[in-house]
Nanobody
Framework: QVQLVESGGGLVQAGGSLRLSCAASGRTFSRYAMGWFRQAPGKEREFVAAISGSGVSTYYADSVKGRFTISRDNAKNTVALRMNSLKPEDTAVYYC?????????????????WGQGTQVTVSS
């Protein structure tokens, strides 16, 4: 069982930056790939970024590539999402997730554990 708690959301102007963090419970954190997903009002939840259990491999949605960076610290059981050059269309509730998705890192159904989400609002 893994419990996930996100933090770091807030209101930022377009072009600004935010750093989201996700703290995980449990002693098997490094066995799980971690993903970030987001859901904007009226839209389906979508993949943002993922990182392998070791942290060696990272994956990004095209819409955030070059602007967002995912990282993890297995000693601290945390995963972070650094978001730069934010745009109004990045406004959403951001969720972290843990699972063993294999190559399907962008498939929500492959993740077993989810946090409660943190709101990110980007004003124009």
């Amino acid at each position: 069982q893994v419990q996930l708690v996100e933090s770091g959301g807030g209101l930022v102007q377009a072009g600004g930056s935010l750093r989201l963090s996700c703290a995980a419970s449990g002693r098997t954190f490094s066995r799980y790939a971690m993903g970030w997903f987001r859901q904007a009002p009226g839209k389906e939840r979508e993949f943002v970024a993922a990182i392998s259990g070791s942290g060696v491999s990272t994956y990004y949605a095209d819409s955030v590539k070059g602007r967002f960076t995912i990282s993890r610290d297995n000693a601290k059981n945390t995963v972070a999402l650094r978001m730069n050059s934010l745009k109004p269309e990045d406004t959403a509730v951001y969720y972290c997730a843990a699972g063993r998705p294999g190559v399907e890192v962008d498939h929500q159904g492959k993740y077993d554990y989810w946090g409660q989400g943190t709101q990110v609002t980007v004003s124009s």
